[in-house]
């Protein structure tokens, strides 16, 4: 069982940076592939960005160059530093964790989720 907890979110203007954090528990946190998600009101969940265990990363076309995904496995925790941020990005961020080499862009085949953390990019 994995437990995920974000944090990092808040308002902010467009052109500003945040960086979200995601925090694991157990043991086995560096054999997982996390993903950062995000979801609009009104719109489906969406892949911003994913990191494997063997530290290959993906990005969302729409986040590319802005965003950067990273992980500290002797932390637990992942994270997603996201600059130069757009009204557009406004949603809530979710981490979440699979196992396996399923695709990392499908939210089904991700095992565990964090609650969410809300990002407001104001013009």
């Known amino acids: 069982q994995v437990q995920l907890v974000e944090s990092g979110g808040g308002v902010v203007q467009a052109g500003g940076s945040l960086r979200l954090s995601c925090a694991a528990s157990?043991?086995?946190?560096?054999?997982?592939?996390m993903g950062w998600f995000r979801q609009a009101p009104g719109k489906q969940r969406e892949l911003v960005a994913s990191i494997s265990s063997g530290r290959s990363t993906y990005y969302a076309d729409s986040v590319k160059g802005r965003f950067t995904i990273s992980r500290d496995n002797a932390k637990n925790t992942m994270y997603l530093q996201m600059n130069s941020l757009k009204p557009e990005d406004t949603a809530v961020y979710l981490c979440?964790?699979?196992?396996?080499?399923?695709?990392?862009?499908?939210?089904?085949?991700?095992?565990?989720w964090g609650q969410g953390t809300q990002v407001t990019v104001s013009s």
């Open positions: 157990g043991r086995t946190f560096s054999t997982y592939t």
């Open positions: 979440a964790a699979k196992r396996g080499i399923s695709s990392s862009e499908d939210p089904k085949n991700y095992d565990y």
